[in-house]
Antibody
């Protein structure tokens, strides 16, 4: 059974940093792209970043230059380093397994989410 | 950038059919995926590649995609179908993912 466990959320000050983790199990982690999606309180889903099995990454314009996605395939863990945090980064952050193909990306398993609150 | 437009809300009586639309320029040329998100829960893939149901999704769920509109259809709606539904596509030129704004399905 595929399982994704998100962690690392919490309260951060504006301009501060936070690192999220996503521990994966039940599948060969290195064979899959992985993606972060966030959801601000009462709002819809927003794609944040995706990374390939070998670490090639892409970012939403809203986080590019501030967030960095990485992965440790030996630990089956995905990370999101968030720097220069702003109030509008406040959201629940989900990791998702990414069924990337030449035609599309689709997310077939999701973590339970971890809440990031940016406030002074 | 590419925009997906969904109605904010759709209401339907139990046992009737709900249709949730997702509009985008020439969306019929893209693969559309749908996610169901029940209150307080993580999203679940409800339909992929326009019309393919993942395992565990009831046969009552179906999808279509043509022209400028993709549609998720839920037949014989049940109370448990009440949730937010999001459509999603991939922009291959930028390798960016786009979500629609979401539709809240209310079962009357």
């Amino acid at each position: 059974e595929v399982q994704l466990l998100d962690s690392g959320g919490g309260l951060a000050q504006p301009g501060g940093s936070l690192r999220l983790s996503c521990a994966a199990s039940g599948f060969t982690f290195s064979n899959y792209d992985m993606t972060w999606v966030r959801q601000a309180p009462g709002r819809g889903l927003e794609w944040v970043s995706s990374t390939s099995g070998n670490g090639r990454s892409t970012y939403a314009d809203s986080v590019k230059g501030r967030f960095t996605v990485s992965r440790d395939n030996s630990k089956s863990t995905l990370y999101l380093q968030m720097n220069s945090l702003r109030a509008d980064d406040t959201a629940v952050y989900y990791c998702a397994r990414d069924r990337r193909s030449s035609l599309t990306r689709a997310f077939d398993s999701w973590g339970q989410g971890t809440l990031v609150t940016v406030s002074s | 950038s590419y925009v997906l437009t969904q109605p904010p809300s759709v209401s339907v009586a139990p046992a009737n059919t709900a249709r949730i639309t997702c509009g985008g320029k020439n969306i019929g040329s893209k693969s559309v995926h749908w996610y169901q998100q029940r209150p307080g829960q993580a999203p679940v893939l409800a339909m992929h590649y326009d019309r393919d149901r993942p395992s565990g999704i009831p046969e009552r769920f179906s999808g279509s995609n043509s022209g400028n509109t993709a549609t998720l259809t839920i037949s014989r709606v049940e109370a448990g179908d009440e949730a937010d539904y999001y459509c999603q596509v991939w922009d291959g030129s930028s390798d960016h993912v786009i979500f629609g704004g979401g539709t809240k399905l209310t079962v009357l």
